[in-house]
């Protein structure tokens, strides 16, 4: 699973399952497989992907495909199949995949805004990011409604049997920097569905709000990170550098009091710059704290300016994730007891396998 997210996978028939991803926020480029129960995230339409030794056949009658490295069968596989609430649309006429999209097998995913501050600048842009390709494609529409959201998420529930839903958002300002917009998008939800939800936002200005979006019926936040070092920090995040380490980690501090200890996580992005050393030492600190670090492998997405930049090597992915894995059992934060989001799904890294 580890080499897969590293090198990509070659598809013989792309339009098997539910569709692949293209552009957007969250893991982009990628394609939901399932080995050995486990569902990964396994990214498709990157370069590294297109020049993998990892094949996938065709799938036959009952959906099962073989997978292949260098023409050597070595597992086989399922794809996330298409979900049915993609054949709907909201009242207002919108299809239900433009308000959200399903993430690994039971994740409803949405970005409630699809514009960002600093993604106006490409001078100020985190450099990976694509949240503005999808809506520049059509695949999406910049503000989802709270009803949209509520109607979209009660009907993946009921048709498709969706477990948890992440809501992440661009960032609309330099004070709350999303929490509001979480807030009134998760409390329509929950007063339609009965449905788990982790909101993302960088770290708001003012720890008022973390009260606040849990009262709204967020049960789990997620304040990522992304890389780590100052300097690496400068120039992959020229514009979300502006928001100091230091409110980070007030901020983490903040959050576990009122989410509870591993209800907080943080997304960490391997192979942009940061050391091992660094990688595992803030790990480190974060689990003291009572954070989940979820570190995924880099996915170099067309269109970004980082799309040439290479993905990690399965090795170094290892180097990281096997005593991370050790780290987090230690810690007692294991994925599985997130009550939602990204490190609950662990889709977009191998880290839970690792954990366990």
Same mark, same amino acid.
């Given at each position: 699973?580890?080499?897969?997210?590293?090198?990509?996978?070659?598809?013989?028939?792309?339009?098997?399952?539910?569709?692949?991803?293209?552009?957007?926020?969250?893991?982009?480029?990628?394609?939901?497989?399932?080995?050995?129960?486990?569902?990964?995230?396994?990214?498709?339409?990157?370069?590294?992907?297109?020049?993998?030794?990892?094949?996938?056949?065709?799938?036959?009658?009952?959906?099962?495909?073989?997978?292949?490295?260098?023409?050597?069968?070595?597992?086989?596989?399922?794809?996330?199949?298409?979900?049915?609430?993609?054949?709907?649309?909201?009242?207002?006429?919108?299809?239900?995949?433009?308000?959200?999209?399903?993430?690994?097998?039971?994740?409803?995913?949405?970005?409630?805004?699809?514009?960002?501050?600093?993604?106006?600048?490409?001078?100020?842009?985190?450099?990976?990011?694509?949240?503005?390709?999808?809506?520049?494609?059509?695949?999406?529409?910049?503000?989802?409604?709270?009803?949209?959201?509520?109607?979209?998420?009660?009907?993946?529930?009921?048709?498709?049997?969706?477990?948890?839903?992440?809501?992440?958002?661009?960032?609309?300002?330099?004070?709350?920097?999303?929490?509001?917009?979480?807030?009134?998008?998760?409390?329509?939800?929950?007063?339609?569905?009965?449905?788990?939800?982790?909101?993302?936002?960088?770290?708001?200005?003012?720890?008022?709000?973390?009260?606040?979006?849990?009262?709204?019926?967020?049960?789990?936040?997620?304040?990522?990170?992304?890389?780590?070092?100052?300097?690496?920090?400068?120039?992959?995040?020229?514009?979300?550098?502006?928001?100091?380490?230091?409110?980070?980690?007030?901020?983490?501090?903040?959050?576990?009091? @009122?989410?509870?200890? %591993?209800?907080? !996580?943080?997304? $960490?992005? #391997? /192979?942009? =710059?940061?050391?091992?050393?660094?990688?595992?030492?803030?790990?480190?600190?974060?689990?003291?704290?009572?954070?989940?670090?979820?570190?995924?492998?880099?996915?170099?997405?067309?269109?970004?300016?980082?799309?040439?930049?290479?993905?990690?090597?399965?090795?170094?992915?290892?180097?990281?994730?096997?005593?991370?894995?050790?780290? @987090?059992?230690?810690? %007692?934060?294991? !994925?599985?007891? $997130?009550? #939602? /989001?990204? =490190?609950?799904?662990?889709?977009?890294?191998?880290?839970?396998?690792?954990?366990?």
């Amino acid at each position: 699973m580890t080499e897969l997210q590293s090198l990509g996978l070659r598809l013989s028939d792309p339009t098997a399952g539910a569709p692949s991803r293209r552009g957007g926020a969250g893991p982009s480029d990628h394609k939901a497989v399932v080995i050995d129960g486990v569902t990964v995230m396994v990214p498709v339409h990157t370069q590294p992907a297109y020049q993998s030794p990892f094949q996938v056949l065709a799938p036959d009658a009952n959906g099962t495909s073989v997978l292949t490295r260098d023409g050597i069968a070595v597992a086989e596989v399922r794809f996330a199949r298409q979900p049915k609430f993609y054949a709907h649309q909201t009242l207002d006429g919108i299809p239900y995949q433009q308000i959200a999209t399903l993430h690994g097998t039971d994740v409803l995913a949405t970005t409630v805004l699809q514009t960002c501050i600093r993604y106006e600048s490409r001078k100020r842009a985190c450099q990976f990011c694509a949240i503005g390709q999808s809506l520049a494609a059509g695949r999406t529409i910049a503000r989802k409604t709270p009803e949209q959201l509520a109607e979209v998420a009660r009907m993946a529930v009921l048709l498709d049997g969706v477990k948890h839903m992440v809501m992440t958002t661009g960032t609309p300002n330099k004070s709350d920097r999303g929490a509001a917009i979480l807030c009134e998008s998760a409390f329509a939800v929950k007063a339609a569905v009965n449905l788990p939800i982790q909101g993302q936002c960088e770290p708001p200005d003012d720890d008022a709000w973390f009260q606040r979006m849990k009262d709204a019926g967020i049960d789990t936040l997620g304040m990522h990170l992304e890389v780590l070092e100052p300097e690496v920090r400068a120039r992959i995040l020229p514009g979300k550098a502006d928001v100091p380490l230091a409110r980070y980690w007030s901020a983490f501090e903040a959050a576990v009091q @009122v989410f509870g200890r %591993g209800q907080v !996580s943080t997304y $960490i992005l #391997a /192979g942009l =710059g940061d050391s091992v050393e660094t990688i595992l030492a803030t790990c480190e600190r974060l689990l003291a704290m009572g954070v989940y670090p979820f570190v995924v492998p880099f996915v170099p997405i067309t269109g970004t300016p980082l799309e040439d930049h290479p993905a990690p090597a399965p090795a170094f992915m290892r180097s990281i994730l096997e005593p991370l894995g050790r780290m @987090v059992r230690e810690a %007692g934060l294991r !994925s599985g007891d $997130i009550k #939602a /989001g990204c =490190g609950k799904c662990g889709a977009c890294s191998s880290l839970a396998v690792f954990e366990r």
